[in-house]
C-alpha cells in the first residue's frame, strides 16, 4: 500500500503553475492549498498521514503528539524554525530541509533591491505616465539622487552561498566588499576583499546586504545601536529573515535620514500587521517575501523535496536535519 502523504500548505510551492503528479508513483498525496496554524486543524489532516510536506505550517511538539503515524518531514523550504525538531527526533520523526534552491533568486532579489534605491526606476516610470516629463521644461529630470555603484563598498552579512553570489554580482558593478560571517571560508579569489568585524562592516559600508541565518545572536542585529554606525548616505538590504531587524528602529533611522533608504523582502512577522512602522518610513522599498518564488526556483525545490523524500523512502535520507 503506498504512504499516505499530506502537502499542508501546498500552494506556496505550487500555486498552479507547476505539477503534483510527479509524486504518484511514490505514495497517495493530498494538497491543502492552507491549513490553519492550530494543532487541531493541523493534526485532523494529518492524523493518518506517514509523510507530510510543510513551507510554513507549524510542526510544534503538541501537534506531533497527536500525529504516532508521521514517520517523515518534507520541509519545502531551506528554513525549518517553524519544526520542533527536537520533539521530532524523540518520535523518531525524520525532517527534512532543501537547502540552496533559490540562492540565484535570492540574489537577484537582491540587486533588483538595490537598484530600485539607486535609480527609482519605477518611481521615475510613474511620474512620467503621470505626466511631470511631458510638462518638463528640461529634456531630463529627476526626482531622487541617482546613485552608481561602481566604487561603492558593499558588506555582506553572512557570506554562505548567497552572500558569495551577491560578492560576485558586486565585483562585477566594480564594487568593494567586505564580508562578515560565522566561518571565515577562503576569499583569495577576490581581490581586496577583506574580513571586518560588524561594527567594522556597519561603518565602512555604502550597502550593507543581510544573508545569515535567524540565530539567537543575530535576532535583532540591526538596531538602533547598530543603525547609529552606518553612513547617513547608506543603504540596508534584507534578503534574509526579518526579526534581524529591529523594525521600529529602522523606520526611526529612516524618517530621521540616519541611513538612506533599505530594501526589504522580509519582515518581522508575516504577513505584516497593517500598523508595521516602516509601512510609513522615508525611503523603504518592501516586497512579500518573493525572492525565493521565481518559477526556476520553485521548479527546484519541487524537485529536490521528491528527492529527499524518495531518498528517505529507500532507506537513505538526505538533508536531514
Known amino acids: 500500500m503506498k504512504p499516505k502523504i499530506i502537502a499542508i500548505d501546498g500552494y506556496t510551492l505550487n500555486p498552479g503553475d507547476l ?28 492524523a493518518e498521514a506517514v509523510a507530510v510536506l510543510t513551507n510554513k505550517t507549524p510542526f510544534n511538539a503538541a501537534t506531533l503528539a497527536q500525529l504516532p503515524h ?10 525549518y524554525n517553524m519544526i520542533d525538531i527536537a520533539a521530532a527526533k524523540k518520535q523518531d520523526i525524520i525532517v527534512t530541509n532543501v537547502p540552496g534552491y533559490g540562492t540565484v533568486s535570492v540574489v537577484q532579489m537582491t540587486f533588483a533591491l538595490l537598484l ?7 518611481r521615475h516610470s510613474d511620474a512620467v505616465m503621470e505626466g511631470k516629463w511631458s510638462r518638463s521644461p528640461d529634456f ?22 548567497i552572500g558569495s553570489k551577491v560578492a560576485d554580482i558586486a565585483a562585477a558593478f566594480g564594487m568593494k566588499i567586505i564580508g562578515n560571517s560565522r566561518t571565515r571560508t577562503d576569499q583569495s579569489h577576490r581581490p581586496g576583499f577583506t574580513w571586518a568585524s560588524i561594527p567594522e562592516l556597519l561603518a565602512q559600508s555604502d550597502v550593507v546586504s543581510i544573508h545569515c541565518p535567524l540565530f539567537p545572536e543575530t535576532l535583532g542585529l540591526i538596531n538602533s545601536q547598530t543603525l547609529s554606525l552606518m553612513k547617513p548616505t547608506a ?25 538612506a533608504g533599505a530594501g526589504l523582502d522580509v519582515l518581522s512577522t508575516e504577513p505584516p500587521p497593517a500598523g508595521n512602522p516602516l509601512f510609513k518610513a522615508k525611503n523603504c522599498i518592501i516586497t512579500p517575501h518573493i525572492s525565493w518564488a521565481t518559477k526556476e526556483a520553485r521548479t527546484r525545490l519541487m524537485a529536490a523535496t521528491l528527492a529527499n523524500f524518495t531518498a528517505w523512502q529507500s532507506g537513505h535520507p538526505i538533508n536531514v536535519l
Not at 530600485?116 to 519605477?122: A, G, I, K, S
Open 19 to 46: 505539477s503534483w503528479q510527479q509524486w504518484q508513483p511514490y505514495g497517495n498525496l493530498t494538497v491543502y492549498d492552507r491549513t490553519p496554524y492550530e494543532t487541531t486543524a493541523i493534526a485532523g489532516r494529518c
Open 70 to 79: 508521521l514517520k517523515y518531514i518534507g520541509v519545502t523550504a531551506t528554513g
Open 116 to 122: 530600485e534605491l539607486t535609480q527609482r526606476v519605477q
Open 140 to 161: 531630463s529630470f529627476w526626482d531622487y539622487p541617482l546613485v552608481e555603484l561602481t566604487g561603492k563598498t558593499i558588506g555582506i552579512i553572512g557570506m554562505g552561498h
Open 235 to 259: 543603504f540596508l538590504l534584507n534578503t534574509s529573515r526579518g526579526p534581524i531587524i529591529v523594525e521600529q528602529d529602522l523606520a526611526d533611522a529612516l524618517n530621521t535620514g540616519r541611513i
